[in-house]
DNA sequence: GTTAGCACTCTTGAAAGTTGAGTGCTAACA
DNA sequence: TGTTAGCACTCAACTTTCAAGAGTGCTAAC
């Protein structure tokens, strides 16, 4: 037997559906009007004290009208939520238009997310983890300066500039080039070992040093994506909350935006905690960000194939409207898809 | 004759620096206390009700102390303030640490003065306008596609992909490159002009559709830099100030350092209105940013020569530690040359 | 020119009163 | 047994009132 009856349930529902919208505690009346039951205020007084003795909802003071609890919230998410799937949304233009630099697509994504959902978006960047070097390349900018160009499987392309003491002749630069692309080429992070590293020095003589700076440079362009590029966007709407935007959890919240370094607990538990449609709901205390527990958190993973993954998430107050937001994140996800997808083939 | 004589001047500095303190209304007895005058309170009374007519100061209600008009601290700014000349600060060590990514240490910068200050700071990638291409490269990446890889005087990496129909041979590759260097190296955006891209394409022959492609990707480059690099830091600094943190205002604010691009405008302002000592000063409605009326705008540009210009800005109340900042602005800036400087020498 | 004194103004905060939404409980009803 | 009407009660939120305090402007005296 069930915890809810269906009368329950319904009255539960439209308590969380109308607190979600005005943001105010509903009282009894309110739902004998509001919703198709047909009952009396004091009938749904009765089950409203029942609700609220199993914890989906609570008083913030005698005599107000009823909150959803953290509790109430998530049965909405499991089992009242009705799932929208509307039409592929005005994002695929967007992205169409500048596949050119990821970081402006990503830029705008968050941005587009923001103003759709009017809370705050955030987006990382694909991390490479296990990417591979596809293609990497030397070359003499100036008389004391290389340049290495690296290019992975998602081509992304890094620089990094060496300093020489000499200028190195073009036969030089030639061999070290194809050096360094038979050594490293189709290996990931990962599987660039000491072996790897002693043979190819050794193999490169004196110029050892040289290699050296490369794997350096190499090193970094992986550690850089370690600690993760993150975009948000509208981290300004939270202020349109007001149970979020008094001064202190307003100023804690925003400075979790800038300090992006923050967010990244957020991104590695998600990624942990994979669920089969790769939508995780966080709602108050469940979220993995502590200044963020007056708050709901929803997230997704995109995938690209190749351990690509990265992480899309929206915050914003516990009463959000979880039906348009994992609307919007869906589609997001699969727009993701299909426009790396694309971008790869061309 | 100037406008105030001696006393006037004391008292009003002994104002401004005592609202500067507290934020709050600051009453004749309190000055009659405070400065070393021995004036009864009285008399200061009379001598601000005449700073108050000449414009310097003005009383939020009947009955309440004064505080600076915009006019009040211009004159403080221009004729009051002590120049403080600290050492150089603990900046250096910073960026000391990472020269290599351009972006972080512009980020750590604004971090460091944001820290400093405790406003709000943004800083801008220096702009290359009339920088000059040094180094441009063609490789072949895989089947289809096409790296260029363009490095500009001040050492800037940029990459484009390009896509093209078919593999070029490694021999095509060279001529091109040999091609497009030679005919565009030591050439600034301004000075690519059609001529120049009509007997580049008349050269490549067949190929000269790669050849756009690469002019497109040098556009976009200079364009991209137009549009704009902007880091900021801090910007949650802004809700520590009381007469700044209210929503409207906080929100308007927070946006503005969101959506940098209403940031161009400052910046733009500040390269064209040049003085003598790099560093401006916009009081309240003084700025070119309509949401900055109620804060106080000090910029500096750093220069790197060859037309290399970047914006340093702190955005803070108008109350705000003048000094401190300017002194701040000034050691940065000189920072920021000498760092540069040893990075080009290496 | 400076100062003491006084009446006046205006914010601020506390205290007291009022309103209204909402509850819990009880008794009656179907 | 479940539903409903009615009523007393509670409590946040708002309004009003009041007193205190800071500060001013003005006048008259030094």
Chains 1, 2 share one sequence.
């Not at 527990?293 to 409207?321: N, W």
Request: charged letters at 25%; hydrophobic letters at 35%.
């Amino acid at each position: 037997m069930r915890e809810l009856d269906e009368r329950k349930t319904k009255i539960l529902n439209a308590i969380i559906r109308n607190y979600l919208d005005t943001g105010e505690p509903v009282g009894s009346r309110t739902i004998s009007k509001y919703s198709d039951l047909n009952l009396s205020s004091a009938t749904i007084r009765n089950e409203m004290s029942d609700l609220e003795e199993l914890g989906y909802i609570l008083q913030p003071h005698t005599s107000a009208g009823r909150i959803p609890s953290d509790k109430g919230y998530r049965f909405y998410v499991d089992n009242l939520m009705r799932e929208k799937n509307q039409e592929v949304s005005e994002m695929k233009e967007f992205m169409i238009e500048h596949t050119e630099r990821m970081e402006q697509v990503l830029q705008q994504m968050a941005k587009v997310l923001a103003e759709n959902t009017n809370y705050t978006a955030m987006i990382t960047a694909p991390s490479y983890h296990r990417n591979k070097v596809k293609f990497l390349q030397l070359s003499q900018v100036d008389k004391e300066q290389l340049l290495a160009v690296i290019v992975t499987e998602g081509n992304m392309v890094k620089n990094k500039m060496i300093s020489t003491r000499e200028a190195l002749d073009n036969e030089t630069l030639l061999k070290l080039n194809i050096l360094l692309n038979t050594s490293l080429n189709g290996l990931s992070a990962e599987q660039i070992n000491l072996g790897t590293i002693a043979r190819l020095k050794e193999q490169a003589g004196i110029h050892s040093n040289i290699v050296s700076d490369v794997l350096d440079a190499l090193a970094g362009v992986f550690q850089e994506d370690e600690d993760l590029e993150v975009y948000t966007s509208g981290t300004t709407n939270i202020l349109k909350y007001p149970e979020l935007s008094d001064s202190r959890k307003a100023s804690e919240l925003l400075n979790a935006f800038e300090e992006k370094k923050q967010l990244v607990s957020l991104v590695n538990e998600t990624l942990s905690s994979e669920e089969q449609t790769g939508i995780q709901v966080y709602i108050g205390d469940e979220s993995p960000i502590q200044n963020m527990k007056d708050c709901s958190v929803v997230t997704a993973t995109y995938q690209l194939g190749e351990g690509m993954t990265g992480t899309i998430g929206i915050i914003g107050p516990k009463r959000m409207d979880y039906e348009n937001v994992m609307d919007n994140l869906k589609t997001l996800k699969s727009q993701l898809d299909t426009v790396f997808q694309n971008n790869k083939e061309k």
